[in-house]
């Protein structure tokens, strides 16, 4: 069956990093693009930094860029978050999700999340 896998959640104090990753089985890997998301207490999901499926190309949210790096090795099927110079404001459970969109359909899975917590 189809599994995500996060894993290198974690406390960090501001400034710090912490290099996210996820394992993916059970889908045809270096077809999807693939995405973390993050959702802090009371706020809704919001999506962080994508990669194409070839690793071409990636995008991030504002609040990102310039910090975090995403990255994806399909020989492994994983995919990488590197979170550098963390504020407090990154506190949130973050996911990892694979999505691709067809003609009629779209494939979309995720995984159970790790928690990441940015405090002195």
């Known amino acids: 069956q189809v599994q995500l896998v996060e894993s290198g959640g974690g406390l960090v104090q501001p400034g710090g990093s912490l290099r996210l990753s996820c394992a993916a089985s059970?889908?045809?890997?270096?077809?999807?693009?693939m995405n973390w998301y993050r959702q802090a207490p009371g706020k809704e999901r919001e999506l962080v930094a994508g990669?194409?499926?070839?690793?071409?190309?990636?995008n991030y949210a504002d609040s990102v860029k310039g910090r975090f790096t995403i990255s994806r090795d399909n020989t492994k099927n994983m995919v990488y978050l590197q979170m550098n110079s963390l504020k407090p404001e990154d506190t949130a459970v973050y996911y990892c999700?694979?999505?691709?969109?067809?003609?009629?359909?779209?494939?979309?899975?995720w995984g159970q999340g790790t928690q990441v917590t940015v405090s002195s």
């Open positions: 999700n694979a999505k691709r969109d067809g003609v009629y359909t779209r494939r979309e899975y």
């Open positions: 059970g889908f045809t890997f270096s077809s999807f693009p």
């Open positions: 990669i194409t499926s070839a690793g071409g190309s990636t």
